[in-house]
Nanobody, 124 residues
């Protein structure tokens, strides 16, 4: 059984930065694509960023140039560096794992594993 545990969320002012981490238990990390999603109150969960097994990144348009996804296979951890944060970035952020990046980016996402989420709040 794989568990994904997010951390690093919090309250930050607009223009600030946060770095989210998602630690994966089990031995599947290096063989899975990873992704970050977010869900704001009253809205559907949306794809934010994904990274393939070979570390190719992919971003939704609204975060390009501001967010960076990376992975450390030795630490079984995926990161999301978020810069120039805006109030519209406020949401619960979830990480997910799937065999293929295509499964992360599909609608709806076909992830095999999900974390419990971490709250990110950006004040204006």
């Amino acid at each position: 059984q794989v568990q994904l545990v997010e951390s690093g969320g919090g309250l930050v002012q607009a223009g600030g930065s946060l770095r989210l981490s998602c630690a994966a238990s089990g031995s599947i990390f290096s063989s899975n694509a990873m992704g970050w999603f977010r869900q704001a109150p009253g809205q559907e969960r949306e794809f934010v960023a994904g990274i393939s097994r070979s570390s190719t990144p992919l971003y939704t348009h609204s975060v390009k140039g501001r967010y960076t996804i990376s992975r450390d296979n030795a630490r079984n951890t995926v990161y999301l560096q978020m810069n120039s944060l805006k109030p519209d970035d406020t949401a619960v952020y979830y990480c997910a794992a799937a065999r293929l990046l295509l499964s992360i980016t599909s609608t709806p996402p076909r992830a095999n594993y999900w974390g419990q989420g971490t709250q990110v709040t950006v004040s204006s």
